[in-house]
C-alpha cells in the first residue's frame, strides 16, 4: 500500500549525498540533510513516545528557527496535526485557538512558559515543550535522547496535516483542515509549474506560520531538493548580500516594496537569479514595473489562501507574466467566476471565485455548518475573493466580498477589532476600514463614537488595543468622531469612511 505521508514525498526528493548541505543560516551556520532527516526523525520519536491520541495536534507558536520546520516535518512523519500559531499572537488570541483545537502538545519560547502553559493545561494539553530560536529549549534536550530512526508513519491522502487557523468574517478564527493529499499535489504541481531544476537556491525570508512561508517556500525547496538560505527574519540588506547566491525568492508585496527602497537592489545582485515570486496580497503595478526596470526580471504573481494552498499562477515559461493578474489557474485546480446567484459569467465580467481541486481544503475544524455554507452543491468552494478571467485565461482579483484587510501579507478582520473597541469603556460603536498604504499595502483605521457624556482618548484606544491584541492587527490611526455614515437602513457605510480616508497615508 502506497504511504501518502507527505513526508516520505519530501524526503524522497532529498539528494542521494545526504551530507550536502540543505540549509544555511544568516548567521552561517549549516545544516545538512543528513540533519533534517535524523532531526525530525528524534522528534518525531520524541511525539510518538507521549502515546498521544489518533490525530493529535501539535501547536506551536516559536520564533522562526530550522528547528521550528524540523519539528513541523517530525510532526508530519509522525502523522499528528501541525499547528502554527503567528508570534504575534496575545493571550486571549492563544486562548481561543488552544481552547479550540484541543491540542496534545503545545510548544512555545521559554520567555511565553509561563502564560502558555497555564492557558495550554486550562485546554486539557498535558505536554508543552519550549523551543528557542537558539537552539534551545525542553523540546530538544528531550528529543536528544530519542533515536535518529524513525519509520515515517503511513498515512492516507485524506488524513489530516495540518490545520491553519484563518480569520472569520464574524466572530471567531476558523480551523482551516488540510491533508496530506491537498499539501503534496500543491507541491508537486508547483514543482513543474515553477521550473524547480538541479542546483536551484531559494532565499526563505518569510514566517514560518502561514501558507506562504511554511508550504509554498519550504516544501518547494524541500521536494526539489534544493538548498535554502533561511533568514529569521526579514532584512532587505541581508537579502541583497544574499541573492548572488541564489536563484528563486518569495515574499509578500511588502517585501518587494521595501527591497525596492534598498539602492543596492541591481541588476548585478540579481545575475544568478532566476525567479521571484510574489503573493498573499495584491501587488501593486508601479512594484512590478518598477523591480522590471531596476532587476531586468518579471515577478510572477500567484494567488492563493489558507484553505487551499496556491490556485493560480502567472506563467513560468512559454507565456507573459501579465503585472496586475495572477496568471492563470493552475493544472488540477477548476476556477470559476459566478453572480450572487452562483451563475457562470462570461470572459471579463466581474463576480464571485470559486474553485474546486486535489489541493482544496476538508473543511474547517469542527464547525460543519460553517464549512457548509462555502461549499457548493457542486463541491466548489466560495473564495470571498472578486474578480474575473479574461478572454485569454489571465485572472485578475479585483477585491473581496468578505470585509477583510489584507496589511503586508496578514490578514485582519474589521468585525474582530471592532468587537474589542466596542468592549471599550465609553465608546458607543466603531467602523474599521482599510486604506492604501504605501509599506503594509493596506492598513486599518478604526473610527470611533462615544457614549454621551463619555470622552475618549484615540491614543489610549490604540494603547489598549497593542496591549490585548496581535500588533498587526492595530489599526494605524484611531478617530474619535461625532457620527459615523451611515445609508438608509442605517448600515455604516464603509465605502464612505474608505474614500474619505484613503489619502492619510499617501
Ligand atoms: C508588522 N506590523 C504590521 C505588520 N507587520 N502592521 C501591519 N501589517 C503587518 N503585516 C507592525 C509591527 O508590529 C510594528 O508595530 C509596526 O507594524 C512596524 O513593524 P515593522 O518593524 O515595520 O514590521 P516587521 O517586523 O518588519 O514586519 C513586516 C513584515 C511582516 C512585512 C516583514 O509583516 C511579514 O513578514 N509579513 C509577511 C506575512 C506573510 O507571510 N503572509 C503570508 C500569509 S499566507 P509597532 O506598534 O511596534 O510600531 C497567505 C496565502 C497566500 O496569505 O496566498 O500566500
Ligand atoms: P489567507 O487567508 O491568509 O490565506 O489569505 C488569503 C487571501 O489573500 C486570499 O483570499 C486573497 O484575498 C489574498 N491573496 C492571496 N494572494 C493574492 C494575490 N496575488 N493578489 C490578491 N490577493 C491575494
Known amino acids: 500500500m502506497t504511504n501518502h505521508n507527505l513526508f516520505a514525498a519530501l524526503r524522497s526528493a532529498f539528494p542521494g549525498d545526504l551530507d550536502e548541505v540543505a540549509i544555511e543560516t544568516g548567521p552561517g551556520l549549516l545544516y545538512s540533510w543528513r540533519d533534517l532527516e535524523h532531526g525530525s526523525a528524534m522528534m518525531a520519536n520524541l511525539l510518538q513516545s507521549l502515546n498521544l491520541p489518533e490525530g493529535a495536534r501539535i501547536a506551536v507558536q516559536v520564533e522562526k528557527s530550522v528547528e521550528a520546520m524540523v519539528l513541523y516535518l517530525a510532526t508530519l512523519r509522525a502523522g499528528y496535526v501541525f499547528l ?46 519550549t523551543l528557542d530560536d537558539d537552539r534551545t529549549g525542553s523540546l530538544l534536550e528531550r528529543a536528544a535522547h530519542c533515536s ?29 483542515m488540510l491533508s496530506h493529499g491537498n499539501l503534496l499535489s500543491n507541491a508537486r504541481v508547483l514543482k513543474d509549474y ?84 510574489a503573493g498573499s496580497a495584491p501587488l501593486l503595478i508601479e512594484t512590478f514595473r518598477e523591480w522590471q526596470e531596476r532587476t531586468g526580471h518579471t515577478i510572477l504573481e500567484r494567488y492563493g489562501m489558507s484553505e487551499t494552498a496556491m490556485l493560480t499562477s502567472n506563467p513560468y515559461q512559454g507565456g507573459e507574466r501579465r503585472g496586475g493578474t495572477v496568471g492563470f ?23 464571485n471565485i470559486q474553485v474546486k481541486g486535489p489541493n482544496v481544503f476538508s473543511g474547517y475544524w469542527r464547525m460543519p455548518e460553517k464549512t457548509a455554507e462555502e461549499f457548493t452543491l457542486e463541491g466548489y468552494f ?37 468587537g474589542f473597541i466596542n468592549e471599550l469603556p465609553g465608546v458607543l460603536e466603531s467602523a474599521v476600514v482599510g486604506v492604501p498604504h504605501p509599506d503594509f ?56 469612511l474608505r474614500e474619505q480616508y484613503k489619502a492619510l497615508f499617501a
Not at 524513525?150 to 480551523?175: F, N
Not at 541564489?246 to 527591497?259: D, E, I, K, N, Q
Open 441 to 496: 499595502g493596506e492598513v486599518g483605521v478604526a473610527v470611533v463614537i462615544a457614549r454621551p457624556g463619555a470622552t475618549l482618548d484615540s491614543l489610549r484606544i490604540v494603547a489598549e488595543m497593542k496591549s490585548k491584541m496581535a500588533n498587526f492587527k492595530v489599526p494605524k490611526h484611531c478617530f474619535v468622531v461625532s457620527e459615523l455614515p451611515r445609508n438608509t437602513m442605517g448600515k455604516v457605510q464603509k465605502n464612505v
Open 382 to 418: 466560495r473564495t470571498g475573493d472578486v474578480g474575473k478571467v479574461d478572454a485569454d485565461g489571465y485572472i485578475t482579483i479585483v477585491g473581496r466580498s468578505r470585509d477583510l484587510i489584507i496589511s503586508g501579507g496578514y490578514n485582519v478582520y474589521p468585525a474582530e477589532i471592532e
Open 194 to 277: 515553477w521550473g524547480w531544476k538541479p542546483g536551484d537556491v531559494l532565499i526563505h525570508a518569510l514566517p514560518i506560520f502561514h501558507v506562504h512561508g511554511l508550504f509554498v517556500a519550504i516544501h518547494g525547496a524541500l521536494i526539489n531538493g534544493s538548498k535554502m538560505i533561511w533568514l529569521s527574519k526579514f532584512d532587505p540588506k541581508k537579502v541583497i548580500e544574499k541573492l548572488p547566491e541564489a536563484t528563486v525568492f518569495m515574499g509578500v508585496p511588502t517585501l518587494y516594496v521595501r527591497l525596492l527602497a534598498e539602492p543596492g537592489l541591481n541588476r548585478e545582485a540579481c545575475r544568478s537569479m532566476r525567479l521571484f515570486i
Open 84 to 129: 502554527p500559531l503567528n508570534t504575534a499572537y496575545q493571550s486571549a488570541e492563544i486562548e481561543y485557538f488552544l481552547g479550540n483545537a484541543e491540542p496534545s502538545v503545545v510548544v512555545c519560547g521559554s520567555a511565553n512558559f509561563g502564560w502558555v502553559s497555564k492557558i495550554a493545561f486550562k485546554a486539557g494539553t498535558q505536554n508543552v515543550f
Open 148 to 176: 535518529d530512526r524513525h519509520e515515517v508513519v503511513a498515512r492516507q491522502a485524506d488524513d489530516m496535516a495540518a490545520i491553519l487557523y484563518t480569520s472569520g468574517t464574524t466572530g471567531r478564527s476558523k480551523g482551516a
Open 329 to 351: 489557474a493552475l493544472p488540477g485546480v477548476s476556477l470559476r467566476v459566478v453572480d450572487d446567484t452562483g451563475q457562470r459569467l462570461p470572459p471579463g465580467e466581474i463576480g
